[in-house]
């Protein structure tokens, strides 16, 4: 399977637990994103690598959360000390800029369930 | 905050039939793009606009593009069964290109 895969699928912690997730992107692509969604929700971005740089972080990514993508491949999202507000779908989606334009594919998510 | 919004937020419509939503956004754009959501899953990727055009087909479906108005129409043909789920808009800008997305309309296709 080429696409993006994300491990785990499923996680289920409790309240003050670190938490850490990842995403393996499509293997040419040098763009990464990590996006959170809740439920009736669509995505909202949190943060993107080109290759290992991390060029952009929302301000939804408070300094519980750390992305990293040490070698330009795979990249891990943790979330320290999670509370329940952090319970989402954390989706992760890659590219390739193509002139001025991207398309994005996402892979199956992680849902996150903070007891 | 999200930059699109679609409308409706549900449609239910009989298979054979055609679904339309549409999606508004509130700043300039570089490119608009449709994904697909089935329940619990990643988004699919179903078609890009450039802001320079107007209309794009692909298959079953038709995407409109109003940049005087700021917003776009996704127009599905002949619905199956298999279309059911949330359809999102999503937008970028120049230079930027994280996505914005709408809350999303649920479609629902009944045989």
């Known amino acids: 399977d080429t696409g993006v895969s994300q491990n785990p699928r499923h996680k289920i912690t409790k309240r003050g637990q670190n938490v850490t997730f990842r995403c393996d992107p499509i293997?040419?692509?040098?763009?990464l994103y990590w996006y959170r969604q809740t439920l009736g929700q669509g995505p909202e971005f949190l943060t993107y690598f080109q290759n290992e740089a991390q060029l952009e972080k929302s301000r939804l990514l408070s300094d519980r959360f750390s992305a990293e993508r040490p070698k330009g491949s795979f990249s891990t999202l943790e979330i320290q000390r999670t509370e329940q507000g952090d319970s989402a779908m954390y989706l992760c989606a890659s590219s390739s800029l193509r002139g001025n334009q991207e398309t994005q594919y996402f892979g199956p998510g992680t849902r996150l369930l903070v007891l | 905050s999200q930059q699109g919004e679609e409308d409706p937020q549900a449609l239910s419509i009989q298979e054979g039939e055609n679904a339309t939503m549409n999606c508004s956004y509130k700043?300039?754009?570089?490119?608009l793009q449709w994904y697909r959501q089935n329940s619990g899953r990643g988004l699919v990727h179903l078609i890009l606009i450039r802001s320079n055009e107007r209309e794009k087909h692909s298959g079953r479906l038709r995407v409109t593009l109003d940049t005087s108005k700021k917003s776009s129409s996704l127009l599905i043909t002949a619905s199956r069964a298999a279309d059911t789920a949330s359809y999102f808009c999503?937008?970028?800008?120049?230079?930027?290109?994280?996505?914005?997305f709408g809350a999303g309309t649920t479609v629902t296709v009944r045989a």
């Open positions: 293997s040419e692509h040098n763009r």
């Open positions: 999503a937008t970028d800008f120049v230079n930027a290109y994280k996505l914005s």
């Open positions: 700043t300039s754009i570089n490119n």
